[in-house]
């Protein structure tokens, strides 16, 4: 069960002198419990692919396929893309318009056919599990607030519909260390419960944090994809891809030159200085 991108093209501006081609034949499936991290240089069609994947911009070649069954093209294909898939644009202030945070979480709720004292819980267990306190919050304009306080109620407002498949377009961006960890530590039980998550970041730590899988979009191709160790030990992938390698990967590589016998990847430091520790003991032996 996932959400799959087979072969997508998008053009932004078609048959115009404007026109820009950002994905050029990307192939990419969100599997139901997992969480897949997205990488790549800035302008490589990071966001472009995350609208088309939520049905937003319609490919002009290719597939979307929702549990293996065709989706997007037509208005009433698009509808199960819509109501199973929920999308945090990387800006938030694109996707608050309400008076009040309470009203703009609880738009989510407008098809649903819940009462009034429904969609008033729901809305305040959403609130609640990004971390915001609803009899503070709620009353408030959602433009008063600081850009992490508006990247939560956006937040808030993707989770109320409770998404199968969660596109995140750069979630962490402007968080503090204790928010990052709030937000993985979400993000973690969401996985557990079935969701599955893309999210778009530039930190290493953030995908060591959270991915299971990881992809490398460049000049609109999925350049590299695969288990999070396979491409983050894939130095020669991600310098092609315009990415600075992991530190802990550079390290390993700069020391292979002279010792061969050492892996090309490790979880983190401490197990980088573990096998560089081990090989320091042989060589003393
Ligand atoms: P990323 O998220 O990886 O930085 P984007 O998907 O935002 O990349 O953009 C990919 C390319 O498409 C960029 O060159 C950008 O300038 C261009 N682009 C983005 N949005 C539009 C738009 N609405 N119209 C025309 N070009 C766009
Ligand atoms: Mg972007």
Known sequence: MGLALRDVHFTYHPGTPIAREVLRGVDLEIREGEILSLLGPSGCGKSTLLLVAAGLLPPQRGTLLLDGKPCGGTQTAHAPLRERVGLLLQSPEDQLFADTVEADVAFGLRRAALSPREVREKTAESLRSVGMEPSLYSPLSPFALSRGEMRRVALAGVLVREPRFLLLDEPFSGLDGEGREKLASLLRDLRGNGTGILFVT????????????????????????????????????????????PPRVELLHRLRARYP?????????????????????????
């Open 202 to 245: 530039h930190e290493w730590e953030e995908v060591d944090l959270l991915a299971d899988r990881a992809a490398v979009l460049f000049e609109g191709r999925l350049l590299l994809e695969g288990e999070k160790k396979k491409v983050l030990g894939d130095r020669e992938g991600l310098l092609r891809a315009g990415l600075e390698p």
């Open 261 to 285: 016998s050492l892996p090309p990847y490790a979880d983190d430091a401490r197990e980088a200085a573990e096998k560089v520790d081990i090989l320091m003991r042989g060589c003393a032996g």
